[in-house]
């Protein structure tokens, strides 16, 4: 860790304590919405997080053929829905803009495509904004803070590792309701500890499949930004795609934060590592449903991107390579897709207007 980092992170404890001591603890979510966003000490806000000299690294780093594939399917659920003559083509969290490119590349021969697109990319970051910037010097890109910010037209919108990143609350079933999973200090250590038991309203649905001292996790924010989406979706048209890590309903604790691509503590890693949970993604379908667009199936990334014909697009490109690059390409589409490595841990969901085809590679 360098001095500037040590330093950062120690600003942002002494910001975490004295908010502690004002207002009392924190919940999971407030804690890392400051180490995550904090305008002068937050991680996105102060780093490049992704690549091998990063954190972590994403799908659209490991090979271009997974913003490819995407993006051609992204163009036929367009088509499938007459070509609109205007669209906005959005992608939330879109870290370097390395997926947003590649989906651009591979639909440059898609007849009006291009000419209906609008380029719009839902990013905090400064950092990566400038990045995005840069990969995209040859479109018109127009940034914003929030998914409310997007224009009422058609919307085609990607979300590959986004929804892991927003904020999360946690609980843990009690006899007596649910106890939360609060952040307090002690001293001048930040410590983990537990609300007093009470009844949640909005966690009664949570009580016929859980037992005393399971513990579960929401994201009122994932939920909110779907509504969201899909209600534009819903009324305006187009598709919207989420690719992240997590299953089909949450269960167990996952809060976790990684720097330079390993595990590390949450509480003493301030500012200074990527802060993430899995989704629920039932919680993200239920959201769709609820404001009008029709969710497809869960489905794991390595089924969905093989329907979509990676290994073809794969030995394709294999037969203009040799020797380390030849590995290194082998080695990324099994990343991609193999059960043991992202293709099963990772999952997809597409929502699509009521009466729309889903998004190819997905069903209902």
Known sequence: MTEEQAARELSLKDHLLAQIKATGPLSIAQ?????????????????????????FITAPEISQMFGEVIGLALAQTW????????????????????????ILRAT??????????EIHLIEAS???????????????????????????????????????????????????????????AQDST????????????????????????MRIE??????????????HIAQNGGAGLVIDYGDWRSNGDTFQALSNHKPVDPLTHLGTADLTAHVDFEALADAA????????????????????????RAQSLAGKLSGTALEQHIAAHKRLTHPDEMGTLFKVLGITPHGARPIAGLEF
């Open 79 to 102: 088509m499938d829905q007459g070509a609109p003559t205007r669209f906005a083509l959005a992608e939330l969290g879109p870290g370097r803009g390395t997926l947003m490119a590649d």
């Open 218 to 231: 929401t994201c009122p924010q994932a939920t909110a930004i779907m509504s969201h989406l899909a209600e």
């Open 289 to 312: 449903k609820a404001s009008g667009a029709t969710p497809s199936l869960m489905t794991p990334q390595g089924v969905f991107l093989e329907r979509l014909g990676i290994t073809a």
């Open 126 to 184: 400064p950092v990566l904004q400038k990045a995005q910037l840069d990969i995209l010097s040859g479109f018109n890109v127009s940034h914003h803070t929030t998914v409310t910010d997007l224009p009422k037209l058609p919307l085609f919108a990607v979300a590959n590792e986004f929804f892991d990143a927003l904020p999360i609350r946690q609980f843990t079933r009690d006899k007596d309701g649910w106890r939360e999973h609060l952040i307090a």
């Open 108 to 117: 440059k021969g898609v007849k009006g495509f291009h000419d209906a697109a």
């Open 31 to 55: 804690f890392m919405q400051t180490c995550l966003l904090h305008p002068t000490l937050g991680y996105y806000t102060t780093r490049d997080p992704l690549g091998v000299t990063g954190d």
């Open 190 to 213: 930040l410590i983990m500890g537990l609300s007093d038991a009470a009844p949640i309203a909005a966690l009664e649905h949570r009580l016929g499949d859980t037992t005393p001292d």
